[in-house]
């Protein structure tokens, strides 16, 4: 017994209990509670990565890249709504809590998405002024907690969106710890300053589907059949949700993935309930199909939409439209290094935070804390939220234009192929080099 | 000489439900003092939602779901019984069920005063953020689950599960309770309490003695997590 180290050639690692889930097991030995955090799933999960996108050669020809038009514009909810969305480009903001962000972030994704002509939306925890102000094309979020639902703010948006549930917990509720509960989020959400806000899982007057027409019939009533009214799944039993949120009167219906981020969630929940994007896309767009309803039924999908080629095969296999929640809070700071040692004080590093549920987001974004709040500056974040929507609407044209195509909702699954096989079954698109596509 | 508008006719049987709200919702900013009586609702649902004016309704009949939604204002009486979610998220105004009301009644209601002459079904009040609910008969199961703020005034009973996960929201009830849910508790009746219940009938215009009542609140135990507390949830 030297005491000396290990000779680690002879250390083996269990592939049962690495090294993560043997901390993960100390600490809940430690806390005996569940481990919240914010960010989406860090697991590996098939995704849009595993799909390709042929483009043109012989048997389909291209555009010419900056001289033939590529358009992008598209239109949601058309199906009753008497002033539907007109949107420049198919990316959208998703829903995120003034709460869970800051007055900041919430102006600088408002005059990004108004510079980019398409929409934000607001969240749980009602619509705040500077977000009115900001935002062009705003959707007004109707969520089971119905904190600062105000009648007069769903007459003041542009779309609703009816939410039931979301990527990264579906059949979960919302979650914003006590530090994050300032006086004024607190009195937005009609609550006690500082304690944990824990919102319902399910709306509290009506349930199932049928009440959902219902409830959507009221809202349309209320603002005169003026706006689309969207639904909100979490990715879980895609074919029957669509198809039951088309059924109760969805103008338009958003599938969220299960890489779909939040502000504060169980890791548990995070990492092991839900679908991917990547098939819950091909299966909300068969649902709509078998409906006769794709295309006049429009399909937002969110969840790990990273850059142009994912906006691309989405659309190639049959979305309308997709939402970014994550992907716009990098764009505006979000684990960039600056502050390192305040990342450092939350135990973590820049490239790895999900710190949103601390309320001591280092550089601003996902606090209500006044002094880092100073750290993002809304032009600036606008500005750098604006240059990424350009990129990503210049990469979907560039692949667009490639694959022929001279809209990009033109982009169809024959454009695409699979490397993976599981990525094939998934999106039920060949095994490139192949015609085979598992299950047919 | 009365300098009260004259009534407004709107027979649902031979009109639809767009053309009523759209009416109404036309009275926004100058239909102060408006009368309306609405006849014939046969059930209908989503009647005189998003109301934004101080107008007068009454509806001569049963509804369907979430009649007077949203109301903002208005003072709406109901001469018959209510659907789901009558009042929900009410804002101002008030909004009176002569009969009995289903389930979810005042649902995420901020403000204004809900009465309901009969018995209200299960989670009345659900979600209340600031709303006062009276009801003259007994309420269902979960009433006031999650309840924020504001007031529920049962005179009769509660069913079981009363006030789970309660927050701010303050309740009177003067029969018996079933059960209490999570985190809620009897708590002591001052006179200030017996005051309170007191304006609240007379807005109401409900008869009970004050001092009959028992209030219950939120023990605050759930506030922020406490592991030792994990069997609560």
Redesign the interface.
């Known amino acids: 017994m030297s005491g000396a180290p290990p000779d680690r050639r002879w250390l083996r690692a269990s592939a049962s209990f690495p090294a993560p889930v043997i901390a993960e097991i100390h600490r809940a030995a430690d806390e005996g509670v569940y481990d919240i955090r914010g960010f989406g799933a860090k697991r590996h999960l098939p995704t849009f990565d595993d799909l390709l996108l042929l483009g043109a050669s012989m048997s389909r020809y291209p555009l010419e890249g900056y001289r033939e038009r590529c358009e992008t514009s598209v239109t949601i909810g058309t199906r009753f709504a008497r002033r539907p969305l007109e949107l420049a480009i198919p990316i959208t903001i998703a829903g995120m809590s003034f709460g869970a962000l800051g007055a900041n972030a919430k102006r600088a994704i408002g005059m990004a998405a108004s510079a980019m002509g398409t929409s934000t939306t607001t969240g749980d925890g009602g619509m705040s002024p500077e977000e009115r102000e900001a935002s062009k094309l705003l959707v007004y979020q109707v969520l089971p907690s119905r904190y600062g639902l105000d009648p007069d703010h769903l007459r003041a948006c542009d779309a609703i969106e009816v939410v039931v549930g979301q990527g990264a917990k579906p059949g979960g509720g919302g979650m914003l710890l006590g530090q994050k509960i300032t006086e004024r989020i607190a009195g937005m959400r009609d609550l006690p300053v500082g304690i944990d806000q824990r919102s319902a899982c399910r709306h509290p007057d009506w349930t199932g589907p049928d009440d959902l027409e219902i409830k959507i019939q009221e809202l349309r009533e209320i603002t005169d059949w003026e706006l689309p009214v969207y639904v909100k799944v979490g990715a879980a039993r895609v074919g029957f949700d669509v198809a039951l949120a088309v059924k109760a009167g969805a103008d338009a219906v958003v599938v969220d993935g299960m890489q779909g981020g939040t502000a504060a969630t169980q890791d548990i929940f995070i990492e092991h309930a839900g679908v991917p994007t990547l098939p819950a896309v091909r299966q909300a767009v068969e649902a709509l199909q078998e409906l006769g309803m794709h295309r006049k039924v429009q399909l937002i999908v969110s969840g790990g939409i990273r850059h142009g080629a994912d906006v691309a095969k989405a659309l190639a296999l049959g979305a309308d439209a997709v939402s970014l929640g994550t992907a716009s809070l990098i764009a505006l700071g979000c684990n960039r290094p600056d502050y390192v040692e305040d990342y450092h004080a939350l135990g973590t590093e820049p490239g790895f935070c999900h710190h949103c549920h601390t309320g001591r987001c280092p550089v601003g974004i996902t606090t209500q804390d006044a002094d880092l709040e100073t750290r993002l500056h809304p032009e600036q974040g606008a500005r750098r939220l604006r240059n990424y929507l350009t990129t990503m609407t210049l990469e979907l044209q560039t692949l667009a234009r490639a694959c022929g195509k001279s809209h990009v909702l033109n982009l169809e699954p024959e454009d695409l192929a699979a490397v993976t096989v599981e990525a094939a079954a998934m999106a039920q698109v060949p095994l490139a080099g192949t015609n085979w596509i598992p299950g047919r | 000489m009365s300098n009260l508008p004259e009534p407004v006719d709107f027979d649902l049987a031979g009109g639809d ?2 053309s009523l ?2 009416s109404l ?1 036309a009275l926004a900013g100058d239909g102060a003092g408006a009368r309306w009586n609405i006849r014939n609702p046969g059930g209908r ?2 009647l005189c ?2 109301m ?1 004016a101080e107008a007068e309704l009454a509806i001569h009949g049963h509804v ?3 009649c007077a ?2 109301n ?1 204002s208005a003072n709406i009486v109901i001469h018959g019984n209510a659907g ?2 009558v009042a ?2 009410m ?1 101002s105004g008030s909004v009176r069920v002569k009969g009995n009301a289903s389930q ?1 009644a005042g ?2 209601g ?1 403000g204004g005063l809900l009465v309901i002459e009969g018995n209200a079904s299960a ?1 009345c009040g ?2 209340m ?2 709303i006062d609910i009276v009801v003259a008969g007994s309420v269902g199961h979960m009433s006031a ?2 309840a ?2 504001g007031h529920l005034v049962v005179c009769g009973e509660a069913g079981a599960d009363l006030g789970d ?1 309660i ?2 929201a303050v309740l009177y009830v003067r029969g018996p309770v079933a059960s209490l849910g999570a985190d809620c508790v009897e708590k002591e009746m001052t006179d200030a309490h017996r005051e309170r219940v007191g304006g609240l009938l007379a807005a109401a215009g409900v008869e009970a003695d004050p001092g009959s009542f028992r209030r219950y609140g939120s023990a605050r135990r759930l ?3 406490n ?1 030792d507390r ?1 069997d609560e949830y």
């Open positions: 439900r767009r709200n759209r919702h649902h989503a939602v998003g934004a369907g779901y979430y939604g949203m903002r789901p979610g929900e998220n804002m979810s649902a995420s901020r989670r659900i979600s953020k600031g689950f999650m924020q703020a996960s927050y701010e506030y922020n997590f592991v994990a």
